[in-house]
């Protein structure tokens, strides 16, 4: 399966702490986006690299940063966690045509 | 501020219903329109729309643009219970040449009772 990958699936942490999430692109794609969704906030865009270089900023709180390696794999940075970083958080790749833009399985965060 | 306003919020109908959801924007730099079916995991990609009055089709599924009004629908016909899902309605901006930073509405959950 060529798909987007995200691990972990799910994470359970506690206020203060710091994680990270992990996402593979599809193959052949150059971009990554990360996007959260929550119950009341809906899906939102946070933050957008093409082949490593940031390309797009959107609603991403300074706690949290990304970066996207060489290998094209991404990683997203969650810290100083609050119980309202709880949330969806899904990664997406695409080519140059955005109807190929697929999301990945997400990973659930639980901020206790 | 850019937003998308999807309604209704949820919608309860029986198989073989026909429903219209509906989806308004108000984006600067509109570049697409795009609907997304979500179920108990990630969104998945319905249609793509970029030009007024052109219906796309697939199945049961249509959607339609307008552009002047700043809104689309998405229609299904003969409702199935595998139809329930949430509905996602999105817009991407031209970005500064970018693509992909949608912005998407709250969703409208559709329950079909058999």
């Known amino acids: 399966d060529s798909g987007v990958t995200q691990t972990p699936k799910h994470l359970i942490t506690a206020t203060g702490q710091r994680v990270t999430l992990r996402c593979s692109p599809r193959s052949g794609d150059l971009s990554v986006y990360w996007y959260q969704q929550s119950l009341d906030q809906g899906l939102q865009f946070l933050i957008q690299?093409?082949?490593?270089?940031?390309?797009a900023k959107g609603n991403i709180l300074e706690r949290f940063s990304a970066q996207q390696f060489p290998d094209l794999h991404s990683e997203l940075n969650l810290s100083s966690l609050e119980l309202g970083d709880s949330a969806l958080y899904f990664c997406?790749?695409?080519?140059?045509?955005?109807?190929?833009?697929?999301f990945g399985p997400g990973t659930r965060l639980t901020v206790l | 501020e850019d937003k998308v306003v999807q309604s209704p919020l949820s919608l309860v109908v029986h198989e073989g219903d026909t429903v219209t959801l509906n989806c308004s924007y108000e984006v600067t730099n509109f570049r697409s329109l795009l609907w997304y079916k979500q179920e108990k995991k990630a969104p998945t990609f319905l249609f793509m729309l970029?030009?007024?009055?052109i219906e796309k089709k697939s199945g049961r599924l249509s959607s339609i643009l307008d552009k002047k009004e700043l809104f689309s629908i998405l229609n299904i016909t003969a409702t199935q219970t595998g139809d329930s899902a949430v509905y996602l309605c999105?817009?991407?901006?031209?970005?500064?040449?970018?693509?992909?930073?949608?912005?998407f509405g709250k969703g409208t959950k559709l329950s079909v009772k058999p």
């Open positions: 970029t030009s007024s009055g």
């Open positions: 997406a790749s695409s080519s140059e045509r955005l109807a190929e833009f697929e």
């Open positions: 690299y093409y082949n490593g270089e940031e390309r």
């Open positions: 999105a817009v991407d901006q031209n970005y500064g040449g970018s693509q992909g930073n949608l912005i």
